[in-house]
């Protein structure tokens, strides 16, 4: 298998194609520790057979030394003594290679066999148990408190403070649980150069000792080059995590040339149903990308919980030709943070909820820097109507007669600025209200016609020539 590496920058975006990264890396690990298992259980087996194979030496030189040739005759030749001296140092040499097997055999389980099942059970074991705990734990969590977060409604009284100081305490804490997660995964894949590949190494160096030479000279070094590289990891982690969660980290910076991150878009139902502002819809969450340059936006479901369906909705990336984005007005959809996107594929506005105030900002930036189709606030259909409209004495004079009725007769209405009038009745209301030929007209604007102007209608209209 070969890994792609595990990039810090990836860890805060939570991408699917860093969570199946991280997964591959996960399953890297899994069959590491079983691998080192495997070569531990056959490491003890050698070391059994060894000690067989030593008893049968000792035995086979002890039968060596003891073997005598009968003489024909009353005394020796030369080359009877011969033999029987070479006899004596063949056993004698023998004894000697086993007594320096028996002194590795000896040192095998304290020196070598102990350090690596500490590794695979310590470090490895550790990292895919409790650290990748802690990492789902604070992920679960986030996402959890993300999903209540974006569902708070402004229609209801909420506060949108605490609500939002509390996403960001639990976001740092997920950015951290990640980044963490990901310095240990690279650090156990680091320290198996030298942990544990090292210490098999010694091990076999101890039997085939010319490899002892190559061995020492990669020890240092290899130790060396872990210890640099995890002080950078953790000072990078560190400048990483304060530029995604520094209170007030809003100042200007250059628009990148890719935008990606998590949204969620309003699927619509089949059956219109209407409360207050919107169309009922689900709200599904997807993974997006888009690119400037190309003018390309990608989209990857992100509702599947198993590792399978993660697999499939990467395989099933749909692809669009970006035209057009702009702000959706808080007066026009229940939920904050909502922007509106064109596609050359579709001929409905996919209607998407971005996951800050600071994060609608960038996706509209970050659309905005397409050359064609660019963002406007003209395209909103309750600006484009008046996007001519002068700050002159009739539309000062509107506003005021609005204001007049609504501090006489709405002013102890619940919501009187919260709750949103029927945008038809709206735009009726500005045409008559703004029309400098009507306004002349005998009687003008009638506003305290209740049955005709109610109060909601009469402050979005407010709202709308403001905005």
Not at 325 to 330: E, F, L, W
Not at 332 to 350: A, G, Q
């Amino acid at each position: 298998m070969v890994l792609r590496a595990l990039e810090f920058s990836d860890s805060i975006s939570d991408s699917p194609w860093f969570r199946q990264n991280l997964h591959d890396h996960e399953v890297a690990l899994d069959d590491a520790f079983k691998n080192i298992k495997l070569i531990e259980n056959q490491c003890k087996d050698l070391i059994a057979c060894t000690k067989k194979l030593s008893t049968a030496q000792r035995a086979f030189a002890k039968t060596l030394s003891e073997f005598k040739i009968e003489t024909v005759g009353t005394n020796q030749t030369d080359d009877e003594r011969f033999i029987a001296t070479c006899l004596k140092e063949f056993a004698s040499l023998i004894n000697q290679v086993e007594d320096e097997r028996m002194k590795l055999v000896g040192q095998a389980e304290e020196s070598y066999l102990e350090p690596i099942k500490k590794f695979r059970t310590e470090a490895i074991g550790k990292t895919l148990k409790e650290e990748k705990n802690k990492y789902d734990k604070e992920s679960s969590k986030f996402y959890s408190t993300l999903e209540k977060h974006l569902h708070l409604s402004t229609v209801r009284k909420n506060d949108f403070r605490e609500a939002d100081a509390q996403l960001e305490t639990q976001q740092k804490n997920f950015f951290q649980a990640s980044l963490q997660y990901v310095a240990e995964v690279q650090s156990v894949q680091e320290r198996m150069r030298f942990e544990f590949v090292e210490t098999l190494g010694s091990y076999v160096y101890s039997w085939l000792s010319f490899f002892h030479v190559g061995e020492c000279l990669t020890r240092n070094m290899t130790k060396e080059n872990y210890m640099a590289t995890n002080a950078e990891a953790e000072e990078l982690k560190k400048k990483l995590l304060a530029s995604h969660t520094k209170p007030g980290n809003d100042e200007r910076r250059p628009t990148p040339s890719i935008k990606q991150g998590y949204v969620y878009m309003q699927e619509k139902s089949k059956i219109p149903k209407t409360i207050g502002r919107d169309v009922l819809g689900r709200w599904t969450k997807y993974y997006c990308v888009y690119s400037r340059e190309t003018r390309i936006f990608t989209m990857v479901s992100a509702n599947s919980a198993t590792k399978t369906d993660m697999k499939s909705a990467v395989a099933q990336t749909a692809t669009f030709k970006f035209k057009s984005c702009s702000k959706r007005p808080m007066d026009t959809i229940d939920k904050r943070f909502c922007f509106d996107v064109c596609v050359e594929e579709k001929n409905d506005v996919m209607t998407m909820q971005a996951l800050s105030e600071k994060d609608l900002g960038e996706w509209i930036d970050a659309m905005d820097g397409a050359k064609q189709n660019s963002y406007t606030a003209g395209e909103n259909p309750s600006c484009s109507t008046y996007k001519q409209t002068q700050l002159d004495d009739i539309g000062f004079e509107f506003v005021q007669q609005c204001i007049d009725i609504l501090e006489e007769s709405g002013i102890h209405e619940q919501g009187v600025y919260r709750n949103c009038g029927v945008t038809s009745k709206v735009q009726k209301l500005m045409q008559l209200g703004l029309d400098r030929r009507k306004a002349s007209e005998k009687g003008g604007l009638n506003l305290k016609d209740e049955e005709m102007w109610e109060t909601k209608t009469i402050s979005s209209a407010v709202k709308t020539f403001l905005r």
